[in-house]
């Protein structure tokens, strides 16, 4: 079992900035391929970026790369999403989530493949 806790969201004016973090506990956060969704009122969970086990290799969604930083630290258990340049369509739910099974960018950007959600932290921008 692996226990996920994000925390760091917020209010924020467009053009702000927020770190999300999401700590874990129960199992080794090593073996996590680690992954940030959001979603949206009345659209589906979307993927905004990953991390491999290791930390070598990151991923991010078109509507984020160049804005959003996926980083983690394993000898704090925790991933972060280091989010600059805010706008109002940033407005969601953000989860953070761990897969146990992969641990390639391109398989890590399907819902499907993670085994452990956090309950979300809201992120509003005002515009």
């Known amino acids: 079992q692996v226990q996920l806790d994000e925390s760091g969201g917020g209010l924020v004016q467009a053009g702000g900035s927020l770190r999300l973090s999401c700590a874990a506990s129960?199992?080794?956060?090593?073996?996590?391929?680690m992954g940030w969704f959001r979603q949206a009122p009345g659209r589906e969970r979307e993927f905004v970026a990953a991390i491999t086990r290791s930390g070598g290799s990151t991923g991010y969604a078109d509507s984020v790369k160049g804005r959003f930083t996926i980083s983690r630290d394993n000898h704090k258990n925790t991933v972060y999403l280091q989010m600059n340049s805010l706008i109002a369509e940033d407005t969601a739910v953000y989860y953070c989530?761990?897969?146990?099974?992969?641990?390639?960018?391109?398989?890590?950007?399907?819902?499907?493949?993670?085994?452990?959600w956090g309950q979300g932290t809201q992120v509003t921008v005002s515009s």
């Open positions: 989530a761990c897969t146990l099974l992969f641990n390639t960018i391109a398989t890590m950007e399907r819902a499907s493949a993670y085994n452990y």
């Open positions: 129960g199992r080794t956060f090593a073996t996590c391929g």
